[in-house]
């Protein structure tokens, strides 16, 4: 099941609660352990996009330090999942596609439909706009494309954006990419509700 934001909050149902189960099934020092995650006071504090999410343990309830987003449906459940089955393993610095992912092939053309494309079409004629609201994520900046820059979605999980822009010749472009780690952290379908997530929230910052 793709975790969408497009999908009605019921289809949500069954993942949110198997993902809430095997957390109340896990004990709290192996979730430590693995993952090096902080916990106090029954919640997990996990960083990831310029904040900290909370995971009330064992409910598996989530929310966030920046209240004025609410925490999407979807996020919660890759939250839950990285707790899980996520690591504190350091990234490899060996970008993959998503396309490279396991399975990535099925769900590829949604990907760039719903994860790359908005990105050209808001972006391509203005990354100065872009390097602007992608700041608001915590974005890291790099030397790749016209315009490159890493967002840490989650710890030990960075999102790569690089862009080349576009003028009245060529058409602009985008890819977005994994660090090769993150086959052990996250399921695919949770990389690409991750990458169509925070597109949709470099959308709304342009706003």
Do not use: C
């Amino acid at each position: 099941m793709s975790l969408s934001e497009s999908q009605e909050p019921k289809a949500y149902k069954p993942a949110m609660n198997k993902a809430r189960n095997r957390l109340a099934r896990t004990e709290v020092e192996d979730i430590i352990n693995q993952t090096d995650i902080s916990f106090e006071n029954n919640h997990f504090i996990i960083p990831g996009l310029n904040q900290e999410y909370y995971v009330e343990y064992p409910s598996g309830e989530v929310s966030n330090s920046q209240q004025d987003i609410p925490v999407a449906i979807g996020m919660k459940i890759v939250i839950l999942h990285f707790l899980t089955r996520g690591n504190n393993w350091s990234p490899t610095n060996k970008l993959v596609s998503y396309k490279e992912l396991p399975n990535g092939n099925v769900y590829e053309d949604a990907f760039q439909r719903e994860a790359v494309q908005p990105i050209i079409d808001s972006f391509s004629y203005n990354l100065t706009q872009l390097q602007k609201v992608a700041q608001k994520l915590g974005a890291s900046f790099i030397n790749k494309g016209d315009l490159g820059f890493k967002i840490n979605a989650l710890p030990t999980v960075p999102v790569t954006y690089i862009l080349w822009s576009g003028d009245d010749e060529l058409t602009g472009g985008a890819n977005i990419l994994f660090d090769s780690s993150v086959i052990t952290k996250l399921h695919t379908e949770d990389l690409a509700f991750l990458g169509e997530y925070i597109t949709s929230l470099l959308l709304k910052f342009k706003e």
